[in-house]
């Protein structure tokens, strides 16, 4: 089984609610990701957990929050977000991000659009 | 900063043809590439990977070839069929230990019945 699931698959917000995003993985992975993807786009990543800690942020505004409460869960929470932010969100796993060869199980993307 | 792209954002097929994507990359220290697919509306799928020791790897119906010299990728996918029709993705690995993956620009596959 390489399933990662996410919810909610849409998500609607206006620029003063705080919302989350979950992703959640039963494969054992201990690193977990957070990539952003415009239409016609590749994603981008966000943020890289590795064992429960956050190992890698590319630099993303403080209006999104991950966070990482055990090995099989992984959240994203948004706060005073804009339009632009308006995307799919991506989650995928990994058996780790530190060996050879670890490859990414992307999950279905939860679509995010900021009124 | 080093990233991949992709030579043609779409590709037009005819059922049963082959295809070929290609991707070119300008890390020359990625070790490690993957193609994905993405259909509309879904999050990229596993297609195949190559490590930088391999020119070539063969998947169902799939095979991606490495040029290190070049530093170019391909994925072949032989008697292209409707379900076929999807974005295409190629990635790298980089940043040793702690790595991450940057993504190619991505080709848009048409398969015309």
């Known amino acids: 089984d390489t399933e990662v699931t996410q919810t909610p698959k849409h998500l609607v917000m206006g620029m003063t609610n705080k919302k989350s995003l979950k992703c959640e993985q039963h494969?054992?992975?201990?690193?977990m990701y957070w990539y952003k993807q415009k239409a016609k786009k590749p994603p981008e990543l966000m943020f890289v957990?590795?064992?429960?800690?956050?190992?890698i942020n590319e630099s993303v505004p403080s209006r999104f929050s991950p966070e990482c409460p055990n090995s099989s869960l992984l959240n994203l929470h948004l706060h005073a977000l804009q339009p632009e932010d308006s995307a799919l969100y991506l989650c995928?796993?990994?058996?780790?991000?530190?060996?050879?060869?670890?490859?990414?199980?992307f999950g279905p993307g939860t679509r995010l659009t900021v009124l | 900063g080093e990233s991949v792209g992709l030579h043609l954002p779409t590709l037009s097929v005819q059922e049963g043809d082959n295809s070929i994507i290609n991707c070119a990359y300008s890390n020359s220290a990625s070790d490690y590439f993957i193609w994905y697919k993405q259909e509309s509306g879904k999050g990229p799928q596993f297609i195949i990977d190559i490590r930088s020791n391999m020119d070539k790897r063969q998947g169902q119906r799939v095979t991606v070839l490495l040029n290190k010299t070049v530093k170019h990728l391909s994925l072949q996918i032989a008697a292209t069929q409707p379900g076929d029709s999807a974005g295409y993705f190629c990635a790298e690995k980089s940043g040793g230990s702690n790595y991450k993956l940057t993504f190619g620009k991505g080709t848009l596959l048409t398969v015309n019945p």
């Open positions: 957990y590795s064992y429960e800690k956050l190992s």
């Open positions: 494969m054992g992975h201990r690193a």
């Open positions: 995928a796993s990994s058996l780790s991000n530190t060996g050879d060869t670890d490859t990414q199980y």
